[in-house]
């Protein structure tokens, strides 16, 4: 008659054995939804800490914020500015800011010369996309290293505009 | 003579869950690799949403991505499938809820589902509807694994 010892009679326990242990046995402890639920949390909520640890507990200060322009202060000088739409085609298309022409960054090379034709050198640049994206911010810099100085982000993008 | 490509039902049955848990994980994946990949990024979405003050929102951007990460991995344990399925009902709701708002609102905004791009995978309608499918592939799973369990398939 075989007897199925726990633990094995052998004393070299293999790694596979303790692993199919560790697995049985977590599967039957965690069997239960709530604590299955309460792990997960707990080991998302270590995860998002450790991760926060990094990145630092407060949110970063805006590193541009100084090149922002509001709704308003860009209405004032709409009549003399360059407006630059750094969102996509689709939304370019379903509606913009009259005069405002297209640059980003994934077509960047082709769209350039384009830009270059309606800019006079003098004319302020203000580069706007949806609210939350960083793609204006990406442009603009571009701008900027390119030897542009009046190059400015609108503040809440588009829909602050829509909304001014 | 049986095709080689024949599968039988029983064997199609339990593997169809399986199979939907594992897309719906790693379209969960790739979202929290696209969040957890840019931060500051997705914390500058979370804001444009302006249902949260700056701080909770710069935790919740960092906590949502683990969140999911966790879900999508999940998703793939074959004991854990019916948890990582209730973790998406609950975040899809929670997305949907928020999406609603925005189009309440009127604001069209980037969702920053799949990153900070402003392409169309990130437009509030589409976000949306991928919300609605994901959820209703969580509850198809949810309901299927219910009924091979009480079959004891699996």
């Known amino acids: 008659m075989r007897i199925n010892h726990f633990p094995p009679a052998n004393p070299i326990y293999s790694l596979p054995f303790h692993l199919q242990v560790l697995y049985t046995q977590g599967m039957r402890v965690s069997s239960n939804p709530l604590i299955r639920f309460l792990l997960m949390g707990s080991i998302t909520v270590f995860m998002s800490m450790i991760h926060l640890c990094l990145a630092g507990w407060t949110p970063p200060m805006e590193p541009s914020s100084s090149f922002e322009v509001t709704a308003q202060q860009a209405f004032k000088l709409s009549t003399s500015l360059l407006w630059v739409d750094a969102r996509s085609e689709y939304d370019y298309q379903s509606r913009h800011i009259p005069g405002a022409i297209r640059l980003t960054k994934e077509d960047w090379d082709g769209m350039l010369a384009g830009f270059f034709q309606q800019y006079d050198g003098v004319k302020p640049v203000i580069v706007y996309c949806n609210p939350g994206c960083h793609s204006s911010h990406e442009i603009a810099n571009r701008l900027r290293e390119m030897g542009l100085e009046s190059v400015y982000v609108l503040q809440g993008g588009y829909e602050a505009w829509a909304k001014r | ?154």
């Open chain 2, 1 to 154: 003579m049986k095709s080689i490509l024949y599968v039988k039902p029983e064997t199609l049955n339990s593997s169809l869950p399986a199979l939907m848990a594992g897309l719906v994980g790693l379209v969960y994946l790739l979202a929290a690799l696209s969040k957890l990949m840019d931060p500051v990024g997705f914390y500058h979405s979370v804001q444009a949403y302006r249902l949260l003050p700056d701080l909770p929102a710069w935790w919740l951007a960092h906590y949502l991505p683990c969140l999911e990460l966790a879900a999508g991995l999940v998703l793939w344990l074959p004991g854990w499938r019916r948890t990582g399925a209730w973790f998406v009902v609950c975040l899809s709701m929670v997305f949907i809820f928020a999406l609603g708002s925005l189009l309440i609102r009127g604001m069209d905004i980037s969702c920053g589902c799949f990153g900070t791009g402003d392409g169309w995978w990130n437009s509030v309608p589409v976000a949306l509807i991928k919300n609605g499918v994901l959820l209703t592939a969580a509850v198809w799973v949810l309901r299927k694994d219910r009924y091979l369990l009480a079959k004891h398939i699996i």
